[in-house]
């Protein structure tokens, strides 16, 4: 099958299951990154799949023109018939690479108005793709306005950061200036790229909130079916579970997956897998945003769990050119679910005890805990999970309810030794 040339990854599930759904396809990869430290750090596995690699390549990945022009000299020695990557950070400069080298892929103006917040709401906006109001602004003064236009409560959102960071519901001025104070503290992402200085201020949906899980081809756009999304938070949005299929009506399915396509059509991207939330509010479904990659949190794993279908794999096999297998199978799932225990106070944590018979319970297929001496903080993004739990259930729309008992009967003990429950 092919070869493909993965630049760089994201730390979390995809760093694993990318490189898996690869090789049961049958291709192989060079991985080509800046630094492979930031993911043994992360990872902390000598055998981490990303050293399954045929090749390790070191370059500086945010560059994208002599990127571009390295990647042309490696391609002439190593033969790659495709580029990909699960990192947002890096998905335009892969478009960029496949189209010097002639491969396949999304355009490099698609990716960028995908990975763009404010391009996504000022492209899809002007298609009559329906979402929130919105400002895209720089200047205090403007955010102010902008704020006071569109009436508070408003959301306040960097345009070029993922997971949720620093993505705020503020309720006044003051907590606009607190909001937006700690966007600006934030100036180059974790990948050492300089940050844009615009901020999106939002309308406030109020809402479900459902992503819809796609892949493109030739012009054609398959919709795998709709996640369900369980958002906490006070001020701040994390996602504190999924479950997959989400259990709505045939007809609340028929919109929200409409609005997805919509929007990807409005955004011209084509050959990739997408990952596209959306919030079902009174006045119906409203976009939040469009990922030109799988999903993250592990929600390709509920999918597969369910359908068969493997999004990173079928990722995979758009970017060397193949037609994905979306054929569904019967796995005897009715609903994959997964849970995350989301932090409420800071310290060194002790332990984490209650999932001590996990194991041997065959509806949980898939755990993780923090380990003892973890720093923790107060979660204020999708960064902060100290433990999560997949469970799968024969019954449809089951599953999400006994991931969220299991994670809520844990309890979590710090060194200081005060204890939540």
Known sequence: MG???MVESWVGSMSTLLPRGIHDRGHSFTFLTRDLGHYMRAAGDP?????SAANI??????DESALASYAHRLHEVLRFDGVLSSCDYYLPTVAAIAAELGLPGP???AAVAACDKAMTREICGAAGVPGPRFAVVARWEEIVDAAEDIGFPVVVKPVDLCGGMFVRKVDDVEQLRAAVDAIAGFPVNARGQVRAPQVLVEQCLVGAEFSVETVSRDGRTSIVGITDKRVIGTGCYIEAGHMFPAAIEHEEADRIGALALSAIAALGLDSTVAHTEIKLTADGPRLIEVNPRPAGNRITELVRRVTG?????????LAAGVEPDLTPRDTGVGSAAIAFLVPDRQGELDRITGAEQWSALDHVVEHTLAAPGKDVR??????????????VDEKPGAAAMVAQDLIAGLRVSYRDNRDRA
């Open 378 to 391: 107060v979660a204020n993004s999708n960064n902060d999970y100290l433990a999560h739990v997949m469970v």
């Open 3 to 5: 070869h493909l040339l």
């Open 309 to 317: 279908i493997d999004l990173a794999a079928a990722h995979a096999d």
């Open 107 to 109: 355009s490099r103006e």
């Open 57 to 62: 390549v070191s370059a500086e990945t945010n």
């Open 47 to 51: 055998a981490h799949p990303l050293l």
